[in-house]
Protein backbone atom coordinates (compact mmCIF):
# COMPACT_ATOMS: atom_id res chain seq x y z
CA UNK A 1 0.00 0.00 0.00
CA UNK A 2 1.50 3.71 -1.16
CA UNK A 3 1.17 5.94 1.89
CA UNK A 4 3.16 8.87 0.28
CA UNK A 5 0.09 11.05 -0.04
CA UNK A 6 -0.05 10.98 3.84
CA UNK A 7 3.10 11.86 4.56
CA UNK A 8 3.43 14.42 1.62
CA UNK A 9 0.92 16.28 2.82
CA UNK A 10 2.13 16.30 6.74
CA UNK A 11 2.60 20.08 7.72
CA UNK A 12 3.61 21.81 10.80
CA UNK A 13 3.83 25.30 11.91
CA UNK A 14 6.58 26.59 13.85
CA UNK A 15 6.91 28.99 16.74
CA UNK A 16 8.59 32.19 16.44
CA UNK A 17 12.07 31.39 18.52
CA UNK A 18 15.57 32.30 17.05
CA UNK A 19 18.58 31.94 16.95
CA UNK A 20 20.96 35.49 16.88
CA UNK A 21 24.81 34.92 15.54
CA UNK A 22 26.16 37.41 17.47
CA UNK A 23 24.49 35.70 20.67
CA UNK A 24 25.47 32.39 20.03
CA UNK A 25 28.73 31.34 22.54
CA UNK A 26 31.89 30.63 21.21
CA UNK A 27 32.47 27.29 21.75
CA UNK A 28 29.62 25.36 20.37
CA UNK A 29 29.62 22.54 23.22
CA UNK A 30 28.50 25.56 25.92
CA UNK A 31 25.43 25.85 23.39
CA UNK A 32 25.15 22.23 24.13
CA UNK A 33 25.15 22.33 27.59
CA UNK A 34 22.63 25.17 27.26
CA UNK A 35 20.24 23.05 25.07
CA UNK A 36 20.36 20.58 27.06
CA UNK A 37 19.79 21.72 30.22
CA UNK A 38 16.73 23.39 28.56
CA UNK A 39 15.58 19.97 27.53
CA UNK A 40 15.73 18.53 30.70
CA UNK A 41 13.72 21.86 32.22
CA UNK A 42 11.18 20.98 29.44
CA UNK A 43 10.79 17.64 30.48
CA UNK A 44 11.74 16.10 26.98
CA UNK A 45 12.02 12.00 27.30
CA UNK A 46 15.22 11.10 27.15
CA UNK A 47 17.10 13.59 26.06
CA UNK A 48 20.29 11.47 25.95
CA UNK A 49 18.60 9.91 23.51
CA UNK A 50 20.99 10.21 20.02
CA UNK A 51 20.99 9.06 16.65
CA UNK A 52 24.71 7.84 15.85
CA UNK A 53 25.72 7.00 12.32
CA UNK A 54 28.53 5.08 11.35
CA UNK A 55 30.23 3.76 7.78
CA UNK A 56 31.62 0.46 7.24
CA UNK A 57 34.81 0.27 5.02
CA UNK A 58 33.35 0.26 1.76
CA UNK A 59 31.33 3.44 2.62
CA UNK A 60 28.11 1.88 3.53
CA UNK A 61 26.15 4.17 6.38
CA UNK A 62 24.24 2.44 9.21
CA UNK A 63 22.51 4.22 12.02
CA UNK A 64 20.57 3.84 15.30
CA UNK A 65 20.00 5.24 18.32
CA UNK A 66 22.11 4.83 21.62
CA UNK A 67 22.33 7.38 24.87
CA UNK A 68 24.75 9.92 25.65
CA UNK A 69 26.30 9.51 28.79
CA UNK A 70 28.44 12.02 29.14
CA UNK A 71 29.92 15.42 27.35
CA UNK A 72 32.43 18.54 28.28
CA UNK A 73 34.93 19.92 26.38
CA UNK A 74 36.62 17.09 25.26
CA UNK A 75 33.34 15.56 23.44
CA UNK A 76 30.65 13.15 23.64
CA UNK A 77 30.51 9.57 25.14
CA UNK A 78 28.18 6.67 24.94
CA UNK A 79 29.00 2.68 25.72
CA UNK A 80 28.55 -0.33 23.62
CA UNK A 81 29.73 -3.47 22.62
CA UNK A 82 32.85 -3.35 20.41
CA UNK A 83 32.21 -6.15 18.59
CA UNK A 84 29.08 -4.97 17.52
CA UNK A 85 28.19 -3.76 13.99
CA UNK A 86 28.49 0.13 15.47
CA UNK A 87 31.97 -1.16 16.94
CA UNK A 88 33.00 -2.82 13.80
CA UNK A 89 32.33 0.09 11.72
CA UNK A 90 34.36 2.22 14.43
CA UNK A 91 37.18 -0.07 13.78
CA UNK A 92 37.19 0.53 10.25
CA UNK A 93 36.59 3.91 9.97
CA UNK A 94 36.38 6.29 12.83
CA UNK A 95 34.49 9.12 11.69
CA UNK A 96 31.12 9.44 12.94
CA UNK A 97 27.76 11.64 13.60
CA UNK A 98 25.28 12.15 16.07
CA UNK A 99 22.12 13.65 15.56
CA UNK A 100 19.79 14.96 18.92
CA UNK A 101 16.02 15.47 17.85
CA UNK A 102 13.86 17.63 20.78
CA UNK A 103 10.55 17.84 18.74
CA UNK A 104 8.52 19.79 21.59
CA UNK A 105 11.07 22.25 21.64
CA UNK A 106 11.31 22.33 17.62
CA UNK A 107 14.92 21.68 17.96
CA UNK A 108 17.97 19.67 16.54
CA UNK A 109 21.72 19.41 17.47
CA UNK A 110 24.25 17.94 14.41
CA UNK A 111 27.66 16.84 15.34
CA UNK A 112 30.27 15.24 13.45
CA UNK A 113 33.69 14.32 14.27
CA UNK A 114 36.33 11.54 15.22
CA UNK A 115 35.48 8.69 17.41
CA UNK A 116 38.26 7.14 20.27
CA UNK A 117 37.70 4.63 22.66
CA UNK A 118 37.95 5.87 26.07
CA UNK A 119 40.32 4.77 28.70
CA UNK A 120 39.70 1.21 30.32
CA UNK A 121 39.42 3.28 33.88
CA UNK A 122 36.57 5.26 32.51
CA UNK A 123 34.81 2.00 31.22
CA UNK A 124 35.58 0.08 34.20
CA UNK A 125 33.97 3.13 36.58
CA UNK A 126 30.94 2.94 34.42
CA UNK A 127 30.14 -0.45 34.07
CA UNK A 128 29.97 -0.94 38.11
CA UNK A 129 27.62 2.21 38.16
CA UNK A 130 25.15 0.49 36.08
CA UNK A 131 22.66 -1.79 37.17
CA UNK A 132 23.41 -5.50 37.73
CA UNK A 133 20.76 -6.45 35.37
CA UNK A 134 22.55 -4.34 32.63
CA UNK A 135 25.90 -5.74 33.73
CA UNK A 136 24.47 -9.33 32.72
CA UNK A 137 23.07 -8.37 29.49
CA UNK A 138 26.76 -7.10 28.42
CA UNK A 139 27.90 -9.81 29.37
CA UNK A 140 25.44 -12.49 27.90
CA UNK A 141 24.44 -10.47 24.47
CA UNK A 142 26.56 -11.04 21.63
CA UNK A 143 25.14 -7.76 20.19
CA UNK A 144 24.56 -7.40 16.18
CA UNK A 145 25.38 -11.48 15.99
CA UNK A 146 22.65 -14.41 14.70
CA UNK A 147 21.08 -16.06 17.59
CA UNK A 148 19.43 -19.56 18.34
CA UNK A 149 16.54 -18.22 19.87
CA UNK A 150 15.15 -15.67 23.04
CA UNK A 151 14.79 -18.41 25.23
CA UNK A 152 18.75 -19.56 24.86
CA UNK A 153 19.67 -15.88 25.62
CA UNK A 154 17.27 -16.24 28.55
CA UNK A 155 18.85 -18.93 30.05
CA UNK A 156 22.48 -17.71 29.31
CA UNK A 157 21.21 -15.17 31.58
CA UNK A 158 20.45 -17.06 34.25
CA UNK A 159 23.21 -19.08 34.08
CA UNK A 160 25.57 -16.56 34.93
CA UNK A 161 22.78 -14.39 37.66
CA UNK A 162 23.54 -17.83 39.24
CA UNK A 163 27.47 -17.30 39.01
CA UNK A 164 27.58 -13.95 39.98
CA UNK A 165 25.15 -13.81 42.48
CA UNK A 166 26.67 -11.84 45.88
CA UNK A 167 29.60 -11.32 43.58
CA UNK A 168 31.43 -8.64 41.30
CA UNK A 169 30.36 -9.15 37.71
CA UNK A 170 33.49 -8.32 35.55
CA UNK A 171 33.15 -5.94 32.92
CA UNK A 172 33.77 -7.70 29.28
CA UNK A 173 36.75 -6.45 27.67
CA UNK A 174 34.22 -6.18 24.49
CA UNK A 175 31.75 -3.61 26.30
CA UNK A 176 33.38 -0.11 26.67
CA UNK A 177 32.62 3.65 25.92
CA UNK A 178 33.37 5.91 23.19
CA UNK A 179 34.29 9.48 22.80
CA UNK A 180 33.60 11.54 19.92
CA UNK A 181 35.43 14.41 19.06
CA UNK A 182 33.49 16.86 17.01
CA UNK A 183 34.90 19.49 14.22
CA UNK A 184 31.34 20.54 12.87
CA UNK A 185 27.85 20.96 15.31
CA UNK A 186 24.89 22.46 13.66
CA UNK A 187 21.97 23.84 15.66
CA UNK A 188 18.93 23.95 14.10
CA UNK A 189 15.62 26.02 15.62
CA UNK A 190 11.98 25.67 13.95
CA UNK A 191 11.04 28.84 12.79
CA UNK A 192 7.78 30.26 11.02
CA UNK A 193 7.21 29.49 7.19
CA UNK A 194 9.97 26.89 7.02
CA UNK A 195 12.69 30.05 7.77
CA UNK A 196 14.13 27.59 10.05
CA UNK A 197 17.45 29.19 11.80
CA UNK A 198 20.31 26.85 11.26
CA UNK A 199 23.81 27.83 12.71
CA UNK A 200 26.81 25.95 12.12
CA UNK A 201 30.28 25.43 13.70
CA UNK A 202 33.10 24.65 12.44
CA UNK A 203 36.33 24.15 13.97
CA UNK A 204 39.62 25.49 13.01
CA UNK A 205 41.85 25.09 15.88
CA UNK A 206 41.97 22.73 19.08
CA UNK A 207 40.90 26.09 21.22
CA UNK A 208 39.05 27.93 18.24
CA UNK A 209 35.47 27.58 16.11
CA UNK A 210 34.46 29.46 13.55
CA UNK A 211 30.01 29.98 12.91
CA UNK A 212 28.12 30.89 9.91
CA UNK A 213 24.55 30.86 9.72
CA UNK A 214 23.10 28.86 6.68
CA UNK A 215 20.22 28.99 4.67
CA UNK A 216 16.96 26.31 5.88
Known amino acids: MNHNHHVSSLRKEYFPKTLELAAMPDNPVELFGQWFDAALDA ?38 NYNSRKGKEINDNPYAALVFLWLPMERQIRIEGRLKKLPVEKSD ?16 SPQSEVIESRENLDKVLLDLAEE ?24 W ?5 RLHDRIAYSRISEEEWKRVRLAP
Not at 125 to 140: M, N
Not at 189 to 193: D, F
Open 43 to 80: QIIEPNAMTLATVNSVGRPSARVVLLKGFDSSGFEFYT
Open 125 to 140: EYFHSRPRGSQLGALV
Open 164 to 187: FDQKEIPRPKHWGGYQLMPDYMEF
Open 189 to 193: QGRPN
